[in-house]
């Protein structure tokens, strides 16, 4: 993209002339934002804008959480909580399943309305610049729920319970039943899910579980793709640590 055309001084020059650049900046921005909107589906769009939103439907999902609730277990201002709750719940994340009074004030239960909040069509909506920083915040998440359950010794409670994966050599066709394999046991996750809560309804069965289903298929990388990619963040480094340290140099001899 060329740069834009330089002003040119002249008579009249002044403040007017700096309201009208700073106006013309304000509307540089608000087309910026409206073209990277179209980079992103609108709904994966609400989620992944902030990790904190993938943060609160992942637990939504297993139980339901309020505003003050999360800023507490986040560490996070309230008002911070009580604005993200409130934009999930407005593009339709997010709904109050309960009301509890708590000294004088009332605590809005959620409970999160999409479990699957990235589905595969979700997910081809979002272009390659914006996909590593939704599966970072989605792993990242993971990882932590499965941190807790090995501090609190939940992952070892049942000897049932799952943590597996294992590199596959797969030929396209093999690759594409795998890929209905996972869709099938996502559905059927999301059955038994539904059926548990028809049995609860009814007074069937006991109060139920918080579990934990995840499921994972892609490409792996080649022995050549990591060396590169690490060679890049090796490269990377090395540039940033030059610059700051011609940085500390320059005020040094500034100082001097």
């Not at 590593?132 to 609190?152: C, H, K, W, Y």
Request: some cysteine; overall charge positive.
């Amino acid at each position: 993209m060329s740069p834009p055309p330089r002003a040119t001084a002249g008579k009249g020059a002044g403040k007017p002339k700096a309201k009208k650049k700073a106006a013309s900046r304000r509307g540089d921005t608000r087309r910026a934002r409206e073209r990277a909107g179209g980079l992103i589906d609108p709904n994966v769009g609400v989620v992944a804008k902030d990790p904190l939103r993938v943060q609160i439907l992942s637990i939504a999902i297993q139980r339901p959480i309020s505003p003050s609730e999360f800023a507490k277990e986040a560490a996070i201002a309230l008002n911070v909580a009580s604005y993200q709750f409130k934009v999930l719940r407005d593009h339709g994340f997010l709904e109050i399943v309960d009301e509890i009074k708590v000294r004088g004030s009332t605590k809005h239960m959620h409970k999160a309305t999409k479990s699957g909040f990235i589905s595969d069509a979700d997910w081809g909506q979002v272009r390659d610049m914006l996909r590593p920083g939704v599966a970072g915040a989605i792993l990242q998440d993971f990882n932590g729920r499965v941190s807790q359950a090995i501090e609190t010794g939940t992952l070892f409670e049942r000897d049932d319970a799952c943590l597996f994966w294992a590199p596959r050599c797969l030929d396209e066709t093999a690759y594409q039943e795998q890929v209905k394999m996972i869709a099938w046991c996502v559905e059927e996750s999301q059955r038994l899910e539904v059926e548990t809560i028809k049995r609860r309804a009814n007074g069937e069965g006991d109060d139920g579980m918080h579990v934990t289903f995840g499921i994972a298929g892609f490409l792996s990388p080649t022995s050549k793709q990591v060396r590169d990619a690490e060679g890049k963040t090796g490269r990377k480094s090395r540039r940033e640590k030059s610059s700051q340290g011609k940085g500390k140099k320059r005020q040094e001899e500034e100082r001097v």
